[in-house]
């Protein structure tokens, strides 16, 4: 069974930083895309980054990029996403999902099949 546990959330201060983590079981990270994900109250899910399953490469939302870094420990079989430089409109529910399917990565929520529960990342002012 897939199965996505996201941790790693919390509050924070602008400009800080928190480090999220995507404990997989049920499938090797190296052999499935993977990207995360946030909504915010009243906002569509968008996409943050993705890292791809063919080549290991990473994609970011022009809104976190040099801020952001999705990574990949094969041993843990975990995916990371350290966020640095917070901000507040950085404040949503935070995501990760991954699909057997999908070539290359994307950052459309729709292209993906499995998802974690969620953690809440809150940036204050």
């Known amino acids: 069974e897939v199965q996505l546990v996201e941790s790693g959330g919390g509050l924070v201060e602008a400009g800080g930083s928190l480090r999220l983590s995507c404990a997989a079981s049920?499938?090797?990270?190296?052999?499935?895309?993977i990207g995360w994900f946030r909504q915010a109250p009243g906002k569509e899910r968008e996409g943050v980054s993705c890292i791809s399953e063919s080549d290991g490469s990473t994609y970011y939302a022009d809104s976190v990029k040099g801020r952001f870094t999705m990574y990949n420990d094969n041993v843990k079989n975990t995916v990371y996403l350290q966020m640095n430089s917070l901000k507040p409109e950085d404040t949503a529910v935070y995501y990760c999902a991954a699909d057997p399917l999908l070539y290359g990565s994307s950052l459309y929520p729709a292209d993906y099949t499995y998802w974690g529960q969620g953690t809440q990342v809150t940036v204050s002012a």
């Open positions: 049920g499938f090797t990270t190296d052999d499935y895309a």
